[in-house]
């Protein structure tokens, strides 16, 4: 036994080997053991747990406490993830509850990740299966323990709303009375699991926000609401260009201002703690900084736009390692096509800000090398790993209590936990275990990255005798998302071509040459709602309204006839109900015009028919019908929210969503300069599903990618040119 005690909790450390393997993973080397990534970064986690396993615990009162691995940052995760578990427990809906896991990765990753984190979409499908047998298992312990109680066969009980009954005899228990001996039962490992059909909560309109109140009353608790005894608050100065560094800095007022307790410098900038936010901002704003530009991004995004066009058309060579990828490829690439026309058009996508609406801040305690992480934590395994580097721990050993954000659409997630980290190191200069709250400003936010990368697509379809395509060469110039992941960058990145690689429009294609240039920029880029999807659904779907115009045929008989060239059954399931609910092929109100648009991200398959008008020169988006096939829909009415927040975030960042860059130096600050939707200037959204048994697939980003196409065909439709770039209003 070479495993230390801790004297204080009498809690065993990590023995030597584990802290050799551990660190050979931070430092990126290659172990074979047997065990997976998740079993390592969990080394020092807790992993004692209830009766009833990780996910459900059951108080002496009976209520139904649901565990959820997921962050609850508005997309209504929580609910679902409880409301899968009361299904197969038959707990009473009105006496269940939901917390946030610890961060364990072992315990709690996403399984598809591998890591503990949100995202893609990947909630309710990861959890579909794991939380079923979870609630199932624990039915079938109190089950047995009424069974045993009652002397009587397990076949003649039933469980509803949380009470156990003996049909024969009438007798009832309730989860409360049946507690103690259902935690003596040891838990089933391949319990019965309901028939969907029998359902009688997934797919309610009984499933509803279980957050709704204590948001609405102001008792929910973000991270702005933590406040300990002693904290500090900090802020930092960030380089005005990215990939700037430190050279000096005078302090002296700063320091001058009342409740300004440190100024220091750490990795990003220099950090100003204060006693309050206040100070800290205004001590933070004092300072005087010398940066070294030397090694600082000085493109303007104009440059870079017209870089990647000329790159796109061969008139300009990739530099350094950077090579043309192939990501779709078929046919005889290249051989002439002869029949029809050809449709030749290039899209630009600009740089877009997540923007939500809580920006970035945690509250950080070090205390030595122990770490404890409070904030809203889209992905509690990464924030461990970083903090761990800085500390100089197990991952496992660092505490990450996740709490409600406001919003994400990616930011809160990426491989350097940049904000979180800086809230370590600031902590960590602190020390002595005093809390330390780290704020961003919008303006940090805005500012300070990550963003959607800036994108440029140049496609050319030849279409043959029938005006269908026959030749498609398509070429992708855009910044890699996945560069520098701790799991290795991929040689061909995926986010850069998803949408597009794998289109039923290419599959219906005999002839494809599809390839990808990934360039290197010093902006920092990350996934943003949809990733991939932002770009390429825009492109696919209004490439296809011109198709589709240049053969002389209706957008929706020619979707039809290429789902049904390319199998595409669910396509064409919702593009049809879409099209009826919309009432496609009758005259639209006067003064508006139809779009359509489809397009599959994230397991889940969604059309969009809007209805558009051009109001002082810019399109006014009023009624959006919408019909979506994700699978089994758990809770049907968080699934149209899902559906009404997604198509607002995508029309307001193809309305106006432009980050702007002048010598490297970004231009927008705050919502003055990069404009949000406006409730008046929201659409009506309805909300269709396709019956399906299927799992359930992703929901909270397929809405976002197809309202642009469908307002851009919309436009098409009334005679305006195709559009080539976003945003459709130019500041």
């Given at each position: 036994?070479?495993?230390?005690?801790?004297?204080?909790?009498g809690a065993r450390g990590a023995t030597r080997r584990e802290t050799l393997a551990v660190g050979a993973t931070?430092?990126?080397?290659?172990?074979?053991?047997?065990?997976?990534?998740?079993?390592?970064?969990?080394?020092?986690?807790?992993?004692?747990?209830?009766?009833?396993?990780?996910?459900i615990k059951i108080g002496p009162d009976g209520w139904v406490t649901v565990v959820c691995k997921h962050i609850e940052f508005g997309q209504g995760t929580h609910t679902g993830l409880a409301a899968i578990v009361a299904e197969e427990l038959d707990a009473d809906w009105d006496r269940v509850k939901t917390e946030a896991a610890i961060?364990?990765?072992?315990?709690?990753?996403?399984?598809?990740?591998?890591?503990?984190?949100?995202?893609?979409s990947s909630a309710i499908p990861n959890s579909w299966m794991q939380l079923r047998t979870a609630g199932a298992?624990?039915?079938?312990?109190?089950?047995?323990?009424?069974a045993k109680r009652w002397k009587a066969p397990a076949g003649d009980l039933t469980v509803q709303n949380g009470i156990v009954t003996h049909m024969p005899s009438g007798k009832q228990a309730a989860f409360a009375d049946l507690l103690a001996d259902a935690a003596k039962v040891k838990p089933p490992q391949s319990p019965q699991l309901k028939d969907p059909r029998n359902f009688t909560l997934i797919g309610t309109q009984r499933v509803r926000r279980k957050d709704a109140a204590i948001k609405t009353t102001g008792q929910a608790v973000f991270t702005q609401d933590i406040h300990l005894p002693n904290m500090l608050t900090a802020m930092v100065a960030h380089p005005p260009k990215f990939g700037a560094k430190v050279v000096s800095f005078d302090d002296s007022a700063a320091r001058k201002v009342p409740g300004v307790v440190d100024v220091f410098q750490i990795p990003t900038g220099v950090a100003v703690t204060a006693q309050n936010t206040w100070a800290a901002r205004q001590g933070r704003d004092a300072l005087k900084v010398h940066w070294d530009l030397s090694k600082a991004e000085t493109a303007s995004t104009d440059q870079l736009g017209k870089l990647y066009g000329d790159l796109a058309a061969g008139r300009a060579q990739p530099q350094g390692k950077a090579r043309w990828q192939p990501f779709a490829s078929k046919g005889a690439a290249g051989a002439p096509v002869t029949g029809g026309p050809a449709v030749e058009i290039t899209y630009d996508f600009p740089y877009l800000a997540h923007a939500a609406m809580e920006p970035m801040n945690c509250v950080a305690i070090v205390n030595g090398q122990s770490c404890h992480l409070i904030h809203g934590s889209q992905s509690p395994t990464l924030d461990q790993l970083n903090a761990a580097k800085i500390v100089g721990n197990l991952p496992g050993n660092i505490q990450v209590d996740t709490l409600y954000a406001g919003g994400s659409f990616g930011r809160r997630t990426n491989f350097q936990s940049d904000y979180v980290a800086e809230a370590v190191h600031v902590a960590k200069h602190v020390g002595g275990g005093r809390p330390v709250k780290l704020v961003w400003a919008r303006e940090d936010d805005m500012r300070a990255g990550y963003y959607r990368p800036l994108v440029h697509h140049a496609v050319r379809v030849t279409l043959d005798a029938n005006g269908m395509p026959a030749a498609w060469r398509h070429r992708i110039v855009s910044q890699s998302i996945m560069k520098g992941s701790p799991m290795g960058t991929p040689k061909l990145d995926s986010t850069s071509v998803e949408g597009a690689q794998d289109s039923p429009y290419l599959k219906a294609t005999p002839t494809v040459d599809g390839q990808l240039l990934s360039t290197d920029v010093g902006v920092p880029v990350l996934w943003w709602r949809s990733v991939g999807a932002t770009h390429s659904a825009f492109v696919?779907?209004?490439?296809?309204?011109?198709?589709?115009?240049?053969?002389?045929?209706?957008?929706v008989d020619y979707r039809r006839a290429?789902?049904?060239?390319?199998?595409?059954?669910?396509?064409?399931?919702?593009?049809?109900?879409?099209?009826?609910?919309?009432?496609?092929?009758?005259?639209?109100?006067?003064?508006?015009t139809r779009g359509v648009a489809v397009h599959e991200s994230f397991g889940s398959v969604v059309a969009q028919v809007a209805e558009v008008k051009l109001q002082d020169g810019e399109p006014k988006v009023g009624r959006v019908v919408t019909a979506i096939d994700c699978g089994i829909v758990v809770a049907p009415d968080q699934v149209a929210a899902q559906m009404e927040g997604g198509t607002c975030l995508g029309l307001a960042a193809a309305l106006f969503g432009r980050i702007g860059m002048k010598d490297g130096e970004v231009q927008q600050a705050n919502f003055d300069g990069y404009r949000v939707l406006r409730n008046s200037e929201a659409p009506t959204v309805e909300t269709y599903f396709v019956a399906s048994n299927n799992p359930p697939s992703g929901v909270g980003e397929p809405g976002t990618p197809v309202i642009a196409p469908a307002v851009a065909n919309a436009l098409l439709a009334m005679g305006q040119p195709a559009t080539t770039s976003l945003p459709f209003v130019k500041a």
């Open positions: 036994m070479n495993r230390p005690l801790d004297r204080v909790t931070l430092a990126g080397g290659a172990l074979v053991v047997a065990c997976s990534p998740a079993d390592i970064l969990a080394i020092g986690a807790k992993n004692d747990f209830g009766a009833f396993g990780p996910f961060a364990n990765a072992k315990v709690y990753a996403n399984s598809m990740m591998g890591v503990q984190g949100t995202g893609g298992a624990a039915r079938a312990m109190f089950v047995q323990a009424a696919m779907e209004h490439t296809v309204d011109q198709l589709a115009k240049a053969a002389g045929k209706d957008p290429l789902y049904a060239k390319a199998g595409a059954n669910r396509h064409l399931a919702v593009l049809n109900l879409a099209a009826e609910k919309a009432g496609w092929g009758s005259t639209p109100p006067e003064g508006w």
